[in-house]
């Protein structure tokens, strides 16, 4: 049948076009048939890349074109490297994936464990558990801006209700110690379900044999939860820290839309310094090296992480 | 069959004759660019007059606050040709002259016949000259603005409240003159319960975003003293920027801000202000006079319930304000711009001019703003007049923006994060704006 169709459209190929593409050998046609993508990428993603590391050593402003652009060499590198400022947004943001990462491992892990119980209604509860990931940023954004607001915000009555303080003491935007806090809880509350899939698809790909055999052998629960469930699920919660980790690296949406970096420069991460320097303050040259400062960042050390992932599943 | 034919040449003439002409009218058509915000309504109204005079259509492309420098100062490095018009912040003249993306408007206004002279001088510095203080235009002073003060008239005459106030300061409750008055009145309101709901003493500028606190700090900082540089060297900024006096002043900007703002108003610039003012939050409220007309006619604390005052005086009696506003412009690479610079004469006379201030718009025309009716023909007016004889602007140098972001910063960080001292902000706030000085060559 398949042959037939084949035939019948080679039939109907016109003959000047069949001998052009009888002249073309298959891996002609493969590159004929990748190159699009091939030129789309190295127009959207290489080109831009080579760009921005040739701009980085120039003092070149993208709101300045007529100036004429000089060679900086290393400066703006050994700039960026010696800027207070910027080893502070990299704090912030260190603190910020360290914690979004703990919180979401934990209790991502723990959903899928309750869920891979299989009860009465699970299917439910994953859907319902899902939602809020389903969202867009930006009305999470701003949904969680109005439950923080210290006099109308739910957020602050339901702390007050338990905790009795007045809910417009409950400034958790405003705070310098609380308003980290508040975007680490957004971020877990949005991002959680992500990991709990991934858990749960671990879960599910452990073989049931192992546990009968456990069973057999009469290991208690928590040693088979020790000796067979965290093992075995341990590649899949270290591909969902990598994830989580690489996004919450370069995590500017959430935090422009709760805090914008502030109060003063308490949540400012490195994507937001990053975005001020080369849209408000213009200087692009300096952002351009910023920005390749990051991404070699974010490449070595998602590199090493996924040698690390290696071993773990080879064990 | 020939009934159809005809029918057919007919309605085929019609469409091209309709698109020829419709094709006409929009080559013709203006697009002027400017902020989202009431006054822009205001404009739209008063172009029509524009439209029947000359015939030229126009267009409108208004971007909300948030977005406005960043839409427009991209479309501008772009060479972008979708404004004919723009109506640019006051801070953008110098780096739009010098990257020549305004068309120098000398010759045109000597050919017009349109004299400096006869504007708002305050707002011909601010808005249309570039060096400032040299006869060198780019802009039609467009929209008079400066940060004043309103406040809950209703509130103050409470005899109850009066008599409180009275007994704890020793004077009469009422606008305050001195922003030592203005703390104290501030105070006073702080978390008190008016008509069974709490309120709070002041709304003032804390945005970190784009230029929010930088304009309210300034507002405050110029009548404590506070030099931008050395008046005898240019660009000489240590002990000026950072002179006692302007310790003093961002002290105070700190303390108001911890003392009588409502609970979360850490991020909050004019609409912020404008919400906390209209639901009947504060007492006091700091803003942009564009504001007034709007809350001059609000149902809830509008009419007589609000007043207006200058911002007040410093320690030492000096007194200024923060000017806003901005000039009208034609962008370099229009090609319409015989037909925008025929709009900038018609917004110049004075009967437009007049028109402009009926409906909302600021003029800065001096025939306008002192005819002898000015001052009551709103129960703001007084009080704009008098803010825009003591106006100050921030720089506005070709690098106006990283001047800007460095002090958002230095200023977010010390009031609202409370992150060390006013002298370490100021100090900061020398050696970064020398760093963009010296980065500029012009240090």
Known sequence: MLNRTAENVARATPEPLARKVRGISDKGLAWLFISPTILLLLAINIFPLFWAIYLSFTNYRANRPNEVVKNLGFANYQRILGDKDIWIAMQTTAHFVFWTILLQTLIGFTLAWLIDRKFRGHAFWTTLILVPMMLSPAVVGNFWRFLYEPQIGLFAYAIS??????????????????APWSIIIVDTWMWTPYVMLICLAGLRSIPEYIYEAAEVDRASNWRQFWSITLPMALPFIMLAVLFRGIENFKMFDMVNLLTGGGPGSTTEVASITLKRQAFESWRTGYSSAFAIILFVAVFGLANIYVKALNKVKQR | MKSSLKLALGLTSAITASTAVSNVAHAEDLTLCWAAWDPANALVELSKDFTKETGIGMKFEFVPWTNY????????????????????????IGGAAENGHYVKLNDFFDKEKISMDDFVPATVVGYSEW??????????????????????????????????FKEKYGWDLGPPTTFDQLKQVAEFFQKREIDGKTVYGASIYTERGSEGITMGAMDVLYSYGFQYENPKKPYEMEGFVNSDKSVKGLEFYKALYDCCTPPGASNSYMGEGVDAFKSGQVAM??????????????????????????????????????????????????????????????????????????????SCLNAVVKDPGFPASQPYAQTFLDSMAIVKDFWAEPSYAPLLQASQKRFHDYVVAGQGSAKDALDGLVKDWTQVFQDDGKM
């Open chain 2, 131 to 164: 060096p400032k203080n040299t006869p060198n235009y780019w802009a039609l002073p467009a929209m008079g603005d400066v940060v004043g003060w309103t406040y809950r008239k209703d509130w103050f005459s409470k005899p109850e409240l009066q008599k409180e």
């Open chain 2, 285 to 362: 409220h700091m803003n942009f006079a564009f504001t007034w007309p709007g809350l001059q006619k609000d149902e809830n604390v509008g009419g007589d319930k609000i007043g207006y005052f200058v911002n007040p005086k410093g320690p030492d009696g000096e007194q200024f304000a923060q000017l806003g506003g901005q000039g009208i412009s034609v962008v370099s690479y229009s090609d319409k711009q015989e037909a925008a610079l025929k709009y900038i004469k018609w917004f110049a006379n004075k009967d437009v001019q007049a028109k402009w201030w009926s409906l909302g718009g600021y």
């Open chain 1, 161 to 178: 209700f338990v905790t009795r303080i007045p809910p417009t003491d409950i400034q958790m935007l405003s705070n310098v110690s609380l």
């Open chain 2, 69 to 92: 420098a960043d839409r427009f100062l991209n479309e501008l490095n772009s060479h972008g040709k979708l404004c004919d018009l723009i109506i640019g912040d006051s801070q953008w």
